[in-house]
């Protein structure tokens, strides 16, 4: 079963930020956030992953609690190319097999 | 630099049969996993192949089975097809050691 939980779905306005979150409230400590995009009908996509410190690249940036029992994905500026399921996994390591949840389906209205 | 490519894109087959999907990693990339995909469903593990052996493996019936070949290319192969083993079967491939996998955009099978 998937360790995360994430809101079924969520709409934002295109050029505004979008801001998605993840709970992981029996993440271990060696366990990684990852979060990956699938556009319809397309494999996933990588996003961005993090251990306990906030990352940044040029997709997104990961915000995640002290406590790192929760995180936020942020979208700096939403375009329509981003309405997609995004899912937040978290993995022990680089072996472990990837566990998806249902995701949240995030619509960038015009 | 080509990513992960699966063939074929789109497959109808009948009941009963059996289906083999193929898979080539990207270039570098050494570990090859597979994953089933129910429509409005996100991706359940199927198995894990490196150094030619599965090393991992999901809740799935032994009706499917893998292999991995020298050149780290893969291959899905289920048999006695039920009406629901209809998904689209997504391949990733990661290299030892590094963390993010690389999808492909997967096969979309379809059981009548």
Redesign the interface.
Known sequence: D?KTTQPTSMDCAEGRAANLPCNHSTISGNE?V?WYRQIH??????II?GLKNNETNEMASLIITEDRKSSTLILPHATLRDTA?Y?CIVRVG??????????TRLSVLP | DAGVTQSPTHLIKTRGQQVTLRCSPKSGHDTVSWYQQALGQGPQFIFQYYEEEERQRGNFPDRFSGHQFPNYSSELNVNALLLGDSALYLCASSRTGSGGYTFGSGTRLTVV
Request: aromatic share 28%.
């Open positions: 998937a990684y990852y009908s397309q494999g996933p996509q990588y992953h399921v899912y680089h072996g472990q097999n990837f566990v998806f949840g249902p995701g």
